[in-house]
């Protein structure tokens, strides 16, 4: 029985034709490889960093939060990356592209075996794995660093090292945040942020600021909570609300009016005139504590972005969205452009402390999402890895035909294109802030 931990086979795979765009999307990135004299380079290279960084400055001109919002995803993208990159090094991988940026070169140049660059289009970035499937074409001498070849806790720690750094830099942002400014945390109870003059919270003595704990001895956890306890009543019928004003509780008698906007599909339903939303406390943490919550904070956030994902992924909370039936923004998908408009209103309130905590969630979101197993995404790649592992008989490595989940991998791609065109739509005519 072998010890070692590779398990190299004594042939290469057989090799499935492919096209280049079937390559390329299984390979995560470009698969064509230029001489060094096809580099781009000199000042053509110089004029066009100089206009993307320009076309990326102008945001400033709009909104600086903007501006430092976009630097920050980009900063993240770059480390995803470079996750990938150090650790296929480190595995003993050959990398042979690492790039900003997708579409044509823009400037770029070679150190040793790797061509590092931007490209055009500064929507993503990518790093080069030669040996990545089945589908790859790698000269002889090189199937020994090929993705493929290596062992199955290498290739999970490539294709997993972008998602840690995500991790990693969400950690690093939550505990800055917690450092400087506190780390916030949601309480029981609904904060009432406006009230209308003429309805009967306001006859009632119900003020901007105040925080419902429970309505006729009914705990109210949430908005939602204040709203059911509502509509459980009638019109005319009197409730006593407990706020929290000012550090103290104190008992406000609110007799519920009805809802007379013909409209409103709560047309005749009781109401009292109030908009509400969570009731936050800010916690202040010492360096030690603020260190550990950041770790243990992922937790919890990656389980609310799973389950926000799988909403947002759901056809038919993108069908209503769409046709304006469904107004829920933990279902609604949304895009870097919608994000980036709404760091504009964060930037505004809270500050840098604001958008660091929005990138932090932002890092979250897209480790977790970027690892479902689905491909072309990380987490499909994993996902592939692992069932070649359990296909691993007597130690000889089991190779997967990955050109026949190719109709899975574009069925993938266009539901992800069809969710980012709808995001994108709505992100225009809609704005999220």
Known sequence: MTTTNELPPPEAPSRRPSGRFTSEVMAGGSVVEKADDELVGGWRGAFGVLAIVALIGILGLFS??????????????????????????????????????????????????????????????????????????????????????????????????????????????????????????????????????????????LQLGDVVLSIDGETVTGSGDLGRIIQSNEPQDSLAFEVLRDGVVVVVPVALGANIDEASPLFGKPYIGVSTGGFYDTIEHSVPAAAANAVTDIFPTSWEMTKGAVKVLNPVNIFTHLTGSNDDLSTRPTTLVGVTGLSDDVGESQGIIGILFLLAVLNVFIGVFNMFPLLPLDGGHAAIATYERLRERNGQRYYADVAKMMPFAMAVMTVLLFLFMSGLYLDITNPVG
């Open 64 to 205: 600086i939060w903007w501006l430092v919002f976009v630097v920050g995803v980009l900063v993240a993208i770059f480390l995803h990356e470079l996750g990938h990159f150090s650790t296929a090094r480190l595995t003993g991988m050959k990398a042979t592209q690492f790039f900003i940026g997708f579409g044509p070169r823009v400037w770029s140049f070679r150190r040793g075996e790797t061509e590092y660059g931007v490209r055009a289009l500064p929507l993503g970035a990518f790093v080069r794995i030669v040996g990545m499937n089945n589908m790859d074409d790698v000269e002889p001498q090189d199937e020994g660093r090929t993705y493929r070849s290596k062992s199955y806790p290498r290739r999970l720690l490539v294709i997993s090292a972008g998602s840690i750094m995500h991790m990693l830099l969400a950690i690093v942002l939550l505990f800055t945040v917690y450092v400087v400014d506190g780390e916030v945390v949601a309480r029981d109870g609904a904060e009432i942020g406006f009230v209308e003059e003429s309805g009967p919270a306001f006859s009632s003595g």
